[in-house]
């Protein structure tokens, strides 16, 4: 009996991996174009649900339900969806074209997460590993893709013919326009990445571009995290002007959690609004205004609480002109890091691999702030928004001197400390 059970339980052992082989082989292998194309729309209707749910809470936090329907709720919300999608919406006759980057990150988020989802799901289409380090094509990332993206872009029409109105006016080419580049930026990749193609085909990129994308990766999210820092830091020190601002709206309970979600929603544009400010050329609050380490000219401004967060109109302090020398230490200790822990091999790589990616994070920072700005209001708010050109400018100047100098100074220092090591090894020998 003893040795029944024995032989018994590799037996069972055997047949539990295989099923779960079985299972890993059928998940991965779940038909392409329907798995791509749902998945696509699922990655759009997930912040399309939560926006209207949202929008019905608030509406039942601010008004009780004693005005207006939660069908015009449902509609608020999906307008709302497709202003994280640059449509632009028309209220009472005014145009409002500023994008509420908070809903486009989540919308990116889920983006990514969906698209990870079903590159798991289509990874046992195509050559495996091996016959694609062979140079046997795969096409099924593209095909996934297109169709990920087909998906996208359909809810988005859908979306936009159903909840638009004479008056509100989104405008549909927008969506999809942000719809493909949203799908094929950040779908496209987490295709790749959860198929495991792109554990193939990274390694075969060049070292040095590989090394650069870090390194233009270290130096945005560090010089975004230091201006949101800076955003907090001023709304902190001037926290009883936001709590004065929600005092004159009269707002209760309810009114107050809705604009704490609505400075939520901007608090991405604010941030760079910030990075303009740092940087120098700094931004414009309406018509007439101006906003920089050097000079603050400001005009009558709407009663919104994250305003609180601006500099007071006049003459600025000594100090803040020094605050345009940010950009250049943020790259010089980007680059450093980044070169100690891979270092240059000669010279002119380090100085092309610290310029280079200061300059392309320089670019990639000026286009993320031609997003941040656009019309808030009618008359002089329709002029909202930091000088992204000159944010382009002073960046790829500022980041790509940072860059230069931190790669070159963490060359010279290891070259320093490793002809200091073989000298003292020299002097060991000799002794």
Known sequence: MTSLQTSARPAARGRGRQEAELRQALGSRRPLAPTATLGGALAAAGPLVVCMAVAVVGWFLTDAGGHGTPSGALRVGALGWLSAHGSGVSVQGVRLTAVPLGLTLLCAWSTWRIGHRVGESISGHGP?????????RDWTVPIAGGLFTLGYA??????????????????????????VVLSAGIGLPALARGSGRAAIWVPTLPATLRDGALLVRA?????????????????VLDFSTAAN??????????????????????????????????????????????????AVVLGPLPL????????????????????????????????AWAH????????????????GAGLVAGLVLG?????????????????????????????????????????????????????????????????
């Open 219 to 235: 130096i945005l999210r560090t010089w975004l995290l230091l201006a949101l820092v800076a955003l907090v830091a001023s709304l």
């Open 245 to 294: 601002i929600v005092s004159q709206l009269h707002a209760d309970t309810g009114d107050t959690v809705l604009l704490g979600a609505l400075s939520l929603l901007v608090l991405p544009n604010a941030t760079l609004f910030s990075s303009g400010y740092l940087l120098g050329p700094g931004f414009t609050v309406g018509t007439g205004t101006l906003v920089t380490p050097t």
């Open 340 to 355: 100690r822990a891979r270092p240059a091999r000669a010279w002119d790589q380090a100085a092309i691999r610290g310029c």
């Open 128 to 136: 495996d590993a091996d016959r694609i380090k062979d140079g046997e």
């Open 367 to 431: 286009l993320v702030t031609g997003l941040a700005g656009g019309a808030v209001g009618p008359g002089r708010m329709a002029d909202v928004g930091p000088f992204a050109f000159d944010v382009f400018v002073h960046a790829v100047t500022a980041f790509g001197i940072g860059g230069l100098l931190g790669a070159l100074a963490t060359t010279w220092w290891q070259r320093r400390g490793g002809d200091l090591a073989r000298a003292g090894l020299g002097r060991l020998r000799r002794s």
């Open 304 to 335: 919104f609480p994250i305003l609180a967060a601006l500099p007071d109109a006049g003459p600025t302090p000594g100090w803040t002109p020094w605050l345009m020398g940010t950009p250049v230490l943020v790259a010089f200790a980007a680059s």
């Open 154 to 179: 359909v809810v988005g029409v859908l979306v936009t013919s159903l909840a638009s109105t004479a008056t509100t006016a989104p405008s549909g080419s927008h969506v999809v326009l942000w719809s």
